[in-house]
């Protein structure tokens, strides 16, 4: 009798026991896809304040390059006005004070940035800062050469570097000729251009038939004197560039014969103004 009540009661846990079993396997299921769930959530919490975190920042960093945009334009304006101030200030200096450095200094940064010659490369940062000295420094209607305006410097500057071999240039001294009711400054300049046959063709084409002289002159260098005198606007541009060469006592200097410098300059085409001729041969603009 005893004996089959324990069987019943095993029996009984037996059926408990597996009725018990699915439902822990669907619990631990369910715990599963909830932590699932739970897991997916936050990496998407997470995703989403990533997002708005780079958008607040793109925002921040847009914000502040259009600060800084503002902040410049503002500056350009203070420096514009502060400038336009300056010359109205400098206009009230009596004449006898000036120390005229605006202009000085221009004369002087043109034998600067001029004097190893033109650049005749167009990605050439020395081109680059020639041209933006030009533009900058000398009128758009710049009388120069018998010409109107100031591309004619450019122009006459690449001649140069493609008649020669070489081009230097330097100021020995300058001065103060002028002050009312324009400023006007001499300077004192010296042209070492490096002869070749180019040079002859252009300039002297008589002395290609004198093998003797063409043989001397090929290779040597030529010191062309020239007073270079820039005449300045009221707002310190210059508005007149005028040249002064001395060719016969470049030659005879170089020569150091009458005769030959005399056969030299009966077919010279080297003018008292240093202008180079433009021959579409050696040079197109």
Request: net charge neutral; proline share 3%.
């Amino acid at each position: 009798m005893f004996g089959n009540g324990q069987d019943d009661r095993e029996s009984k846990n037996a059926i408990s026991m597996g009725q018990i079993a699915p439902r822990m396997a669907s619990l631990s299921k369910a715990k599963v896809t909830f932590k699932r769930s739970a897991e997916i959530k936050v990496a998407d919490k997470k995703t989403l304040r990533q997002h708005i975190n780079q958008k607040r920042y793109r925002e921040r960093q847009r914000n502040k390059v259009l600060r800084l945009h503002e902040d410049v334009a503002g500056l350009e304006i203070d420096v514009a006005r502060l400038q336009g101030h300056l010359d109205s200030l400098v206009m009230l200096v009596p004449l006898p004070l000036r120390t005229f450095g605006p202009e000085v200094n221009i004369a002087l940064e043109y034998f600067r940035v001029f004097g190893r010659g033109m650049s005749l490369h167009e990605s050439d940062r020395l081109r680059i800062l020639q041209h933006d000295f030009v533009h900058s420094s000398m009128r758009h209607d710049l009388v120069f050469m018998g010409s109107i305006g100031n591309e004619k410097v450019l122009a006459q500057g690449q001649l140069y570097a493609s008649i020669f071999d070489s081009v230097h240039m330097d100021c020995q001294a300058w001065k103060i000729v002028a002050f009312d009711p324009e400023v006007m400054i001499d300077a004192q300049a010296t042209l070492r251009l490096r002869l070749s046959r180019t040079s002859l063709q252009t300039l002297f084409p008589n002395v290609l038939c004198n093998e003797h002289l063409t043989q001397k002159l090929i290779g040597d260098v030529l010191e062309l004197p020239v007073l270079c005198q820039f005449t300045y606007d009221r707002n310190f541009l210059v508005k007149k560039f005028d040249t002064i060469a001395n060719p016969v006592a470049a030659l005879m200097s170089l020569l150091h014969n009458i005769e030959d410098t005399s056969t030299v300059l009966s077919g010279s085409m080297l003018t008292e103004n240093a202008e180079m001729p433009s021959n579409s041969s050696i040079y197109s603009l």
